[in-house]
Every structure is written in structure tokens, then in C-alpha cells.
């Protein structure tokens, strides 16, 4: 019977803080390691970074495919975004089509890279729906966790990142 209780508190567990379409953590388990990371940013410095990513075309690809395409290319885009990020990290769906990434010991100069990494890594490949090939594609934006600074602000902050990146990939391919 102890097993048993075990076993399903570790299930709920699991639900409670995992995204029920991604392998990633959910908004709740994110926000909260975001106070966390503030908190140990305050307390003891340290290099600390938020990815905030958006799924570009997400609306075209629910208009044209159907949900179920939009929910394999949120799948993939997850499982990628995990295996592209390290154990010390933490990524997760905040909502919708939007994703986040809590990176551990990153120097700021580093976190331009590694958004511009991240989304042409997830785009490399295309993902296969039926006999449909969808290329996935994200803009991300980034901030420092910086000490003193309140989780709400530093969500706007990245929020802000990426819709700059959003904008410069439209630019170019409308000048380009």
C-alpha cells in the first residue's frame, strides 16, 4: 500500500509541474524557479539567464493543418529545446505557443548566441505530420537574471527581446 501512495504521489507530482503536450516543465514550475533563481541572484550572485521563445506562424499552421498539426510541431519543438539545453537548466511551456528557458551560469554575452542557436537548431529539421513536412520556426528573446530584480519584470524584459527578434526576422525576409 506504501508503494502504492508513492507511486501516485510521484504521478501527481508529475502532472503538477510538467506540461500535459511537451516533455517540458509547465508556467507553474517555471515562475516558480524564476523566484527562486532571483532570490539566489540576490542572495549570492551568480550568472543566471531567461530565454523567452515564440513559435513563429503558429495561427498558419492551426488555419492551414488543423490543431493536431499545431500540437506535433509544439511536441517537437519541446523535445528539441530539451535536448538543446542543459541538465542544469529549465525549460518549459509558459503558454500557448511560447516557451521559456531558465539557463544556469551564462555570461550575458553568451545569451545572444544561445537564443540565435536555439531557434536555428529547432529549424533544422522539419517536423512530419502525416504526409505534411512543417518547418518550425521560433524567435527568442533574452535578459540577465539580475539581482533585484522582480520575476514580472524580467518576463517583460525577455517578452520584449523576443518580439525585437520577431521583428528583425520579418524585416529581412521583407528587405532580404
Aim: glycine share 10%.
Amino acid at each position: 500500500e506504501n508503494l502504492r501512495l508513492h507511486a501516485r504521489i510521484a504521478e501527481l507530482e508529475q502532472l503538477a509541474s510538467h506540461d500535459s503536450l511537451t516533455p517540458l516543465f509547465n508556467r507553474r514550475h517555471f515562475m516558480g524557479e524564476l523566484d527562486r533563481w532571483c532570490a539566489r541572484a540576490l542572495r549570492s550572485g551568480g550568472q543566471y539567464g531567461l530565454l523567452f521563445i515564440d513559435v513563429d506562424n503558429m495561427k498558419a499552421v492551426n488555419d492551414g493543418y488543423g490543431h493536431g498539426a499545431g500540437d506535433a510541431m509544439l511536441n517537437a519543438i519541446g523535445q528539441r529545446l530539451l535536448s538543446l539545453v542543459r541538465k542544469g537548466d529549465v525549460p518549459a511551456r509558459i503558454g500557448g505557443d511560447e516557451f521559456g528557458i531558465l539557463l544556469d551560469n551564462i555570461k550575458p554575452e553568451a545569451l545572444p548566441r544561445k537564443a540565435a542557436s536555439l531557434a536555428e537548431m529547432v529549424s533544422k529539421k522539419p517536423v512530419d505530420f502525416g504526409d505534411i513536412a512543417l518547418v518550425p520556426s521560433i524567435s527568442a528573446g533574452f535578459t540577465v537574471i539580475d539581482a533585484g530584480t522582480k520575476p514580472m519584470d524580467l518576463m517583460a524584459r525577455a517578452d520584449r527581446s523576443m518580439y525585437a527578434a520577431k521583428g528583425a526576422k520579418a524585416a529581412y525576409r521583407t528587405d532580404g
